[in-house]
């Protein structure tokens, strides 16, 4: 069974210009996250989605990012514009439902350098 | 005050120590512990969940102290492929909300 399948795995990009991360989850699972992960941090959630409803967008800076998941499946992380303090890993994980619904499956991640 | 403290480390140690380390967390009504592993440039991935009573998974040991609130992990007999970054990990709910510490680093050296 694939994993979390995630792209790309590298962008760069300069500041000022926007920048679009996707996501595909495991098959089944309802819950999808993103998180960031900073240099020597752990990850931290941006958003959480149940099915296509984001049900915990709270540490989202919503000024300038943006997410998706129109159809409940791949979801699609968005920032415009990237700002230098943006340069981190970004990493999509999946969850099933039911009593396992705490174990968290990540993706590769996203490595964004904005220049 | 963070809600996971770990020691960062890094912890060195030659193939065959044993090393063991903590992670404290701040909510006491805490419900669910894990360890995840992050290799270099990796994913985090499951280690193992901790449970009340402690748990073991070969050489991996996890213990639960509720009433100083930390949870660790002793790995014995270290393997080369036992260096990563070992993240420990707190659900305060028992929902989907996972709290990540900033991860301990083992170097497990020949």
């Known amino acids: 069974e694939a994993g979390v399948v995630q792209s790309p795995r590298y962008k760069i990009i300069e500041k000022k210009q926007p920048v679009a991360f996707w996501c595909n989850p495991i098959s089944g699972h309802n819950t999808l996250y993103w998180y960031r992960q900073n240099l020597g941090q752990g990850p931290e959630l941006l958003i959480r989605?149940?099915?296509?409803?984001?049900?915990?967008d709270s540490q989202l800076p919503k000024d300038r990012f943006s997410a998706e998941r129109l159809k409940g499946v791949d979801s699609t992380l968005k920032i415009q514009p990237a700002e230098l303090g943006d340069s981190a890993v970004y990493l999509c994980?999946?969850?099933?439902?039911?009593?396992?619904?705490?174990?968290?499956?990540f993706g590769a991640g996203t490595r964004l350098s904005v220049l | 005050r963070k809600e996971v403290e770990q020691d960062p480390g890094p912890f060195n140690v030659p193939e065959g120590a044993t090393v063991a380390f903590n992670c404290t967390y701040s909510?006491?009504?805490?419900?669910?512990f894990f360890w995840y592993r992050q290799d270099c440039r990796k994913e985090p991935k499951l280690l193992m969940s901790?449970?009340?009573s402690g748990n073991e998974d070969g050489r991996f040991t996890a213990q639960l102290n509720r009433a100083s609130q930390y949870i660790s992990l002793l790995i014995r007999d270290s393997k080369l492929s036992d260096s990563a970054t070992y993240l420990c990990?707190?659900?305060?709910?028992?929902?989907?909300?996972?709290?990540f510490g900033a991860g301990t680093t083992v170097t497990v050296r020949a």
């Open positions: 901790v449970y009340s």
């Open positions: 909510n006491s009504a805490s419900q669910s």
């Open positions: 994980a999946s969850s099933p439902t039911g009593a396992a619904k705490n174990i968290q499956y």
């Open positions: 990990v707190v659900n305060p709910f028992n929902d989907y909300k996972l709290s």
């Open positions: 989605y149940e099915n296509e409803e984001a049900v915990d």
